[in-house]
């Protein structure tokens, strides 16, 4: 299994590890914190995996070089590949889990799953942003998950919300047909309860069409029966190649693409660059700006890849590069918090976690941190481990992804009520006992 920490970069293609930096620490140092990193550039989903390793892992390097880590004390991080693999992606965090990590990232709605009764016992705040289990979000049965900024069920919500704007308000969905094609896999069938829920309070037909992992460079059976069922809207929930094939099938079968709109794990620059202008007017829900806008990029280029490291500068600012920045801005916003809170000393992960219950990142502070333009404020709380932040839908001008509307609002009168049902029901199966002093 291949690690990487931060002091060595490892070529990927003969795996021989190189310094780059002037120095390197290891987790048992006291003045370091540990921010492990499980990432996939390897295997069918590496066109998704590696930008968005890039850019936590280059963001993690920046801080380093231009502060001397946060607050002063310093990143230790290594990378564990696990190639999109349930059990494997397990295996690194248990890898990882004696090192004392501040956070985890599993990047797997599947592994994510998998380590929700692990973070408890081992006192690991797991943060699945924007994926995951959705009834992680009421923080008083889960308090060691996090999936903020927004959750999956939010997510789908607001793309009903936006489709009853396109329609002229949510009453005027009666009647109409809106289907999901989806990747075979807890992570596919995740929106499915949320959207059949908005179908009976909004009149509207839905339809789910499953892809197995075996059909994703097909799909043509999946887009006869779409077509044949002449639907108003098509939302997708797809990753690695589907995207890209799905996109290319609905133009082959007529299906309009301003009428196709993806999560936002279905509309990085791997999905439509390919492409080009063939995918034009294809979109996707984002919660974060998808290009090279901010601060935060002059500050990468300058102290990392003006050094002669880094990854791929031409990976800076691509949708999930971009991704991968800002989960590690929330990891280590949170380790920020969380040192100064216990003395500006290095912290371990329960104070971590009691920092992101608490963690309010306002239009101020991410000026401050160089993310002005870049994505929106946030605020979670005990209960709410979501944030439910907005959601941004972007299109493809057959070159560029490009925001066509901000700030589109969770369905959070449906939404709140449903996640709090799965989080009973998620929590009992586990034996959790609800917080009753969490609000």
Not at 413 to 436: F, S
């Amino acid at each position: 299994m291949n690690i990487r920490k931060l002091g060595l970069r490892i070529l990927a293609a003969a795996f021989v590890a190189v310094p780059v930096w002037e120095a390197s620490v290891t987790a048992a140092q006291a003045d370091s914190i540990f921010i492990p990193q499980a990432s996939y550039r390897t295997g069918k989903y590496s066109v998704n995996g590696t930008p968005f390793a890039n850019g936590f892992d280059d963001y993690l390097a920046m801080l380093n070089v231009r502060d001397g880590g946060i607050e002063g004390v310093t990143i230790d991080t290594e990378e564990c590949e696990f190639g999109y693999v349930t059990d494997k992606g397990v295996e690194c965090y248990e890898r990882f889990k004696s090192k004392k990590p501040v956070a985890y990232t599993p990047l797997s709605t599947g592994v994510t799953y998998k380590l929700v009764p692990k973070a408890a016992v081992d006192k690991i705040p797991v943060l699945s942003s924007g994926y995951g289990m959705s009834a992680a979000a009421d923080g008083r049965w889960f308090p060691w998950v996090f999936n903020f900024p927004t959750s999956y069920w939010s997510q789908a919500s607001a793309f009903v919300r936006y489709i009853g704007e396109l329609e002229g308000g949510l009453d005027k969905l009666k009647g109409k047909k809106i289907g999901l094609i989806f990747l075979e896999s807890g992570y596919g069938r995740e929106p499915i309860p949320l959207l059949k829920k908005l179908a009976e309070k909004y009149g509207y037909e839905f339809k789910d069409y499953s892809v197995p992992g075996k059909e994703m460079e097909k799909q043509q059976a999946q887009w006869r029966k779409i077509v044949k069922w002449k639907p108003d809207y098509m939302l997708m929930w797809g990753w690695g190649n589907m995207n890209r094939v799905a996109i290319r099938r609905a133009t082959e079968f007529g299906f309009p693409l301003n009428k196709f709109i993806g999560v936002w794990w279905s509309g990085a620059d791997s999905d439509t660059k390919p492409l080009g202008k063939l995918a034009k007017g294809y979109r996707a829900g984002n919660w974060h700006a998808p290009d090279a806008c901010c601060d935060v990029h002059k500050d990468i280029l300058k102290h990392v890849y003006d050094k002669g490291n880094g990854h791929d500068k031409a990976m800076v600012g691509q949708v999930l590069y971009n991704r991968g920045v800002v989960t590690a801005m929330y990891i280590t916003e949170a380790v920020r918090d969380a040192i100064k809170a216990n003395g500006g000393k290095a912290v371990n992960g329960e104070q971590v976690r009691d920092a992101m219950e608490k963690m309010s990142i306002d239009a101020a502070r991410l000026k401050g941190i160089g993310f002005e333009g870049f994505t929106s404020p946030i605020k979670v709380s005990c209960a709410d481990h979501e944030g439910s932040g907005p959601v941004v839908i972007q299109e493809w001008d057959g070159e560029k992804w490009v925001i066509i509307k901000r700030d589109v609002k969770p369905l959070t009168d449906v939404v709140r009520p449903m996640l709090e049902a799965a989080a009973v029901t998620e929590g009992e199966k586990l034996g959790y006992k609800k917080r009753d002093n969490c609000s």
